[in-house]
């Protein structure tokens, strides 16, 4: 069936080093989303990205799509104490793409 | 505030009593998801409805789960004689569908559920 990897599981930085979380699927995507949340927070989304090789920036988040749409990846510049949480990212299911299936999610520590 | 509301935030109930959950989505929103997601684990889809219709049950969710969304507007998760494995967040969600599929989902602050 239809496997979603993230990877780390967990990191552990210094504030303003640089974070990346890299998202795999076993099948094509035809989007991905990511999310991220907070300790004892609900998830709260933070982009979709559509289309093959696509970039997009968010301050200092820039979320990147696979050029074959079967990976993804999170990176945060400069990381600061506000952005520590998981992030997830959400796919549709190949089987129903009426339903999203998730990772587990990084979980990202910030040292002050 | 029109973002998803659930209620009650928290639940503490003894093994083997009967728990109900509710979910008011976003009022434009079709879709209605039920998730179960517990300590380091992303969120385990569970149910999910197109206006009142359920579409989808997961083969995990044992006959003690049932939901409903009588007039396509809020929902109900109840969860019969409840099980200390039962204990975990219980977040609905709610989304449209766009042109790519699914839009965002928007979550609510969860219900959190303790058997003892």
């Known amino acids: 069936g239809q496997q979603v990897m993230q990877i780390p599981q967990y990191q552990h930085v210094q504030e303003g080093e640089d974070f990346t979380t890299y998202c795999n699927s076993s099948t094509t995507l035809s989007n991905i989303q990511w999310y991220k949340q907070r300790p004892g927070g609900h998830p709260v989304f933070l982009i979709q990205l559509v289309k093959s090789g696509e970039v997009k920036k968010q301050k200092r988040l820039t979320f990147q799509f696979g050029e074959a749409k079967k990976n993804s990846s999170l990176h945060i510049t400069a990381t600061q104490t506000t952005d520590v949480g998981t992030y997830f990212c959400s796919l549709p299911n190949a089987g129903n793409n009426r339903k999203l299936i998730w990772g587990l999610g990084t979980s990202l520590a910030v040292n002050p | 505030d029109t973002g998803v509301s659930q209620d009650p935030r928290h639940k503490i109930t003894k093994r083997g009593q009967n728990v109900t959950f509710r979910c008011d989505p976003i009022s434009e929103h079709n879709r209605l998801y039920w998730y179960r997601q517990t300590l380091g684990q992303g969120p385990e889809f569970l149910t999910y409805f197109q206006n009142e219709a359920q579409l989808e049950k997961s083969r995990l969710l044992s006959d003690r789960f049932s939901a409903e969304r009588p007039k396509g507007s809020f929902s109900t998760l109840e969860i019969q004689r409840t099980e200390q494995g039962d ?16 839009t965002e989902a928007f979550f609510g602050q969860g219900t959190r559920l303790t058997v003892v």
């Open chain 2, 87 to 102: 204990s975990a967040m219980y977040l609905c969600a709610s989304s449209l569908v766009g042109t790519y599929g699914l």
